[in-house]
């Protein structure tokens, strides 16, 4: 085989592994996932609050849900929202804050960087307040600000197949005349 033909192919095989790369799971959730796995998961981590989810006005086959929650393997509390397209999730988020009044913000912060770090490796910087982990058409997304000493963090997990599945459910705007 010559040198081109040999590069191609690993380029194709390169290819071929990222597209099988499994979904990055993260506190039992992955982008990708169905809605009755991860209504389970939800309801299983809810301490006190109860499972909502509201249909669009359009079709039911786009729906939001969320829930608070609480993860026993580490006491950590988040909110956890999704976003659903026919029944699999495009996005699936988990929100915290922390840091007001007092200095438990930078914390957080660094706590769930390091963590994050921990799980999925070395992240790609996005900019400022902003790292991702790819994995295919899938990744994970963790996003930072604050004011003074309080901080708000987003783990943000998306699958972006599933994500292009709204186009159907969207109609073009009417044509302006200029």
Same mark, same amino acid.
């Given at each position: 085989? %010559? *040198?081109?033909?040999?590069?191609?192919?690993?380029?194709?095989?390169?290819?071929?592994?990222?597209?099988?790369? @499994?979904?990055?799971?993260?506190?039992?959730?992955?982008?990708?996932?169905? /809605?009755?796995?991860?209504?389970?998961?939800?309801?299983?981590?809810?301490?006190?609050?109860?499972?909502? =989810?509201?249909? +669009?006005?359009?079709?039911?086959?786009?729906?939001? =849900?969320?829930?608070?929650?609480?993860? @026993?393997?580490?006491?950590?509390?988040?909110?956890?929202?999704?976003?659903?397209?026919?029944?699999?999730?495009?996005?699936?988020?988990?929100?915290? +804050?922390?840091?007001?009044?007092?200095?438990?913000?930078? !914390?957080? #912060?660094?706590? %769930?960087?390091?963590?994050?770090? *921990?799980?999925?490796?070395? @992240? !790609?910087?996005?900019?400022?307040?902003?790292?991702?982990?790819?994995?295919? *058409?899938?990744?994970?997304?963790? +996003?930072?600000?604050?004011?003074? +000493?309080?901080?708000?963090?987003?783990? %943000?997990?998306?699958? /972006?197949? #599933?994500?292009?599945?709204?186009?159907?459910? #969207?109609? @073009?705007?009417?044509?302006?005349?200029?």
């Amino acid at each position: 085989m %010559t *040198r081109t033909a040999l590069g191609l192919l690993a380029l194709l095989h390169t290819v071929a592994l990222a597209a099988q790369a @499994p979904a990055p799971l993260y506190r039992g959730f992955a982008p990708g996932m169905g /809605y009755r796995e991860f209504a389970a998961r939800a309801r299983a981590l809810s301490d006190r609050d109860m499972l909502r =989810c509201n249909t +669009s006005t359009n079709t039911a086959r786009i729906m939001e =849900c969320g829930v608070a929650m609480r993860d @026993p393997a580490d006491s950590a509390r988040f909110y956890l929202s999704a976003h659903f397209i026919d029944g699999n999730a495009d996005v699936v988020a988990l929100y915290d +804050s922390a840091g007001f009044g007092d200095n438990r913000g930078a !914390r957080l #912060v660094d706590a %769930t960087r390091r963590h994050l770090t *921990r799980v999925y490796g070395r @992240p !790609r910087v996005v900019k400022r307040g902003m790292w991702e982990w790819r994995y295919g *058409r899938q990744a994970v997304r963790l +996003s930072w600000r604050g004011r003074a +000493s309080a901080r708000w963090v987003s783990i %943000t997990l998306t699958d /972006y197949t #599933v994500m292009d599945r709204i186009s159907r459910f #969207v109609t @073009p705007g009417a044509r302006r005349k200029s």
